[in-house]
């Protein structure tokens, strides 16, 4: 009976031996094999994050006080949660969420558009035209803050699909590090004296002072430009009004020919005339005299 029990212990466990090899081996042309990798959130070795990210516009020309912009070029980074926030200066700002989800977040917040200007100050840098969300695209507010190193702080969404980003730095501690009328040219700068100058005599309203301010912000390149730029096609030859001067050309010849022809005749049959050559010449003196007053004050005028 023992050897018995034991030949048949030897027998199942030849047949599970069997089993196993059957369906390593049998099964394998039929399982499903994965080509390329897949996307397993930030933490996928096999595929770089910022490949995936792909901007919808090109940021705009670093601008604002010179100070800030050697932070070009440069990014700082924030983990809160299970995300991490990327935020580089006159770049973007990126989101990545930190996960072996197959579709795991990572996206941009926003692309460098302008500056926010309230009072003669920087107070904002906006970062618009970032990934869809819904109906919109995500933006985001950099607020720049005194620290003693730079760095990102906070990031924050007060309303769904809008950002808050606080950025420490150094680099604004000093109190006129913001102000915006010492970054302007001079010619900008007089021309922000002029506008003050006519808002106080009551030349102009506020909304029309606050209107030249923009002017003025988008020419320096600290706001983008809402200006339209037509590109007229040339002004076609206009063939009417040159047959015209032709034909009243031609017109003015006949009439001296027909004058001319007149006089002949008159002088034939010794009618005489007056042609009246000091009146003429006093009537193109007149003239004159009158097209020099025409932007200006006409004055009183000699007929005599």
Not at 94 to 113: D, K, P, V
Not at 232 to 237: A, G, Q, T
Not at 290 to 302: A, E, K, N, P, V
Request: charged share 25%; hydrophobic share 30%.
């Amino acid at each position: 009976m023992y050897s018995l029990n034991k030949e048949i212990s030897h027998i199942i466990r030849l047949w599970a031996v069997c089993l196993s090899l059957y369906f390593d081996h049998g099964f394998a042309g039929k399982m499903k094999i994965v080509e390329e990798p897949n996307t397993f959130g930030l933490n996928n070795p096999f595929l770089a994050q910022g490949n995936r990210l792909q901007p919808k516009v090109n940021p705009s020309s670093v601008s604002g006080p010179e100070h800030l912009h050697h932070l070009a070029g440069k990014c700082f980074s924030l983990t809160e949660s299970t995300y991490k926030y990327e935020f580089c200066p006159f770049h973007n700002i990126t989101q990545h969420e930190l996960s072996f989800r197959w579709n795991a977040y990572s996206g941009i917040l926003g692309i460098w558009q302008e500056w926010e200007i309230k009072n003669n100050t920087f107070s904002g840098m906006w970062m618009r035209d970032g990934d869809a969300c819904g109906t919109r695209n995500r933006e985001t507010k950099v607020i720049l803050v005194c620290s003693n190193s730079s760095k990102l702080a906070q990031v924050s969404e007060p309303s769904t699909c809008m950002y808050s980003l606080t950025f420490e730095t150094p680099l604004v501690c000093h109190p006129h590090s913001l102000l915006v009328y010492p970054t302007l040219n001079e010619k900008l700068q007089k021309e922000w004296d002029d506008a003050e100058q006519a808002l106080y005599e009551g030349l102009i309203t506020e909304q029309g002072y606050n209107n030249l301010l923009r002017d003025i912000f988008e020419d320096a390149g600290f706001l983008k430009s809402h200006k339209m730029e037509v590109n007229l096609p040339d002004k076609p030859v206009n063939s009417e009004k040159h047959d015209s001067l032709k034909k009243c050309e031609e017109d003015s010849k006949k009439q001296k020919e027909e004058i001319a022809r007149l006089h002949a005749l008159l002088s034939q049959h010794n009618i005489p005339y007056d042609s009246q050559p000091t009146d003429d010449k006093k009537g193109t003196q007149s003239v004159v005299t009158r097209d020099q007053h025409l932007r200006g004050d006409t004055g009183l005028l000699d007929l005599q």
